[in-house]
C-alpha cells in the first residue's frame, strides 16, 4: 500500500507569494479582524478576496471555499465583486486591498461598497424602521402587561433594527457586532454623540427599560421623518402614542437610566 504524506496547510504568507506572482489575479482583498486596526487576536486567521481577472485560466480558481485556522479564501471575478453584496458588504466596505492590478479599479469598488446610493439607503432605511418600530412596540406592550422577559427579548430584537435604520439613513452598510464600536470610535454617525448612543443600544438590550426606549424612539422618529420616511411611522397611527415618552404628570412617566443622545 501506498503512503501518502499529508501536506501542510496553506499559510497566509505561501499563499500570498504565490498569489501576487500569478498574473491571473487582478487583485486581493483582505477582509475581517486583519482589515481593523487592533481588532486581531492569537485565534484571527486571514480572511482573503482572490480577485481573478476576466478570462483568467489562474489554478487559483480551485481554491475557493479553502478553510483553515490560518487561512481562508473567497475567490471571484471583477464582475463577481462588483455584485457581491447584502450580509458581505460590511466586509467589503473596510477590505484593505493588497494588489490592485487594474490602476485603481479594485479599490473604486471597495470604495462603493462603502457608500450606499441615496435611493438605496432610503429603501434600506424603511424596512428596518418598521421593524424597529414593531419591536418596540411590542416590548413597551409586554412590559406593560407584566411579561418581562418577552419585553425584553422585543427590546433586544429591535437594536438590531435600529442599528439597520441609523447605518441606512447615513448610507453605511451596518456593520457586524463584533466591529460596532470599532466602527462607530472612528466613523462617528452625524448627529449621534457615540458614548451615550452605545450605553443606550447596551442598556436596552440587557434590561428593556421602557423609558429609554421612547427617549430613544424620539429622537429616531425626529430623524426619520426628516430623511422623509413619516408615512411609514404615520402607519402606525394610535400606536405611536405607546412608543412616545409619557408626558409629564400623566402619572406613568418612567422612571429609571435617562441619557441625552
Known amino acids: 500500500m501506498t503512503h501518502v504524506t499529508p501536506q501542510p496547510p496553506l499559510s497566509y504568507d505561501e499563499f500570498l507569494a504565490r498569489a501576487t506572482t500569478d498574473p491571473g489575479v487582478a ?9 481593523h486596526d487592533g481588532m ?11 480577485i481573478l481577472a476576466g478570462g483568467s485560466s489562474s489554478g487559483l480558481a480551485a481554491l475557493d471555499g479553502h478553510r483553515s485556522a490560518d487561512l481562508d479564501l473567497v475567490v471571484t471575478t471583477v464582475d463577481g465583486l462588483r455584485r457581491l453584496g447584502g450580509w458581505e458588504r460590511y466586509a467589503l466596505a473596510r477590505a484593505r486591498v493588497l494588489l490592485d492590478r487594474l490602476d485603481g479599479e479594485i ?14 439607503a432610503f429603501h434600506a432605511a424603511a424596512g428596518p424602521l418598521d421593524a424597529y418600530a414593531n419591536s418596540l412596540y411590542r416590548s413597551v406592550k409586554n412590559a406593560r402587561d407584566g411579561r418581562p ?14 442599528l439597520e435604520l441609523l447605518f441606512a439613513l447615513d448610507r453605511r452598510p451596518r456593520p457586524y457586532n463584533k466591529y460596532l464600536v470599532w466602527e462607530l470610535e472612528r466613523f462617528p454617525l452625524p448627529g449621534w454623540e457615540t458614548d451615550a448612543l452605545l450605553d443606550a443600544i447596551g442598556h436596552i438590550a440587557a434590561t428593556g427599560a421602557v423609558g429609554l426606549q421612547q427617549q430613544l424612539f424620539a429622537r429616531v422618529e ?28 400623566s402619572g406613568t412617566v418612567s422612571r429609571g437610566f435617562s441619557i441625552t443622545f
Open 107 to 120: 479599490a473604486d469598488i471597495v470604495a462603493a461598497k462603502a457608500l450606499l446610493s441615496e435611493d438605496e
Open 149 to 162: 422577559l418577552a419585553a425584553r427579548l422585543d427590546a433586544a430584537d429591535s437594536m438590531g433594527q435600529l
Open 40 to 50: 486581531t487576536t492569537e485565534h484571527s486567521d486571514h480572511d482573503v478576496y482572490v
Open 27 to 35: 487583485g486581493l482583498l483582505l477582509k475581517g479582524s486583519r482589515a
Open 222 to 249: 425626529e430623524v426619520a421623518r426628516r430623511a422623509g420616511h413619516g408615512p411609514t411611522l404615520d402607519a402606525w397611527g394610535d400606536d405611536l402614542r405607546l412608543m412616545r415618552p409619557r408626558e409629564p404628570g
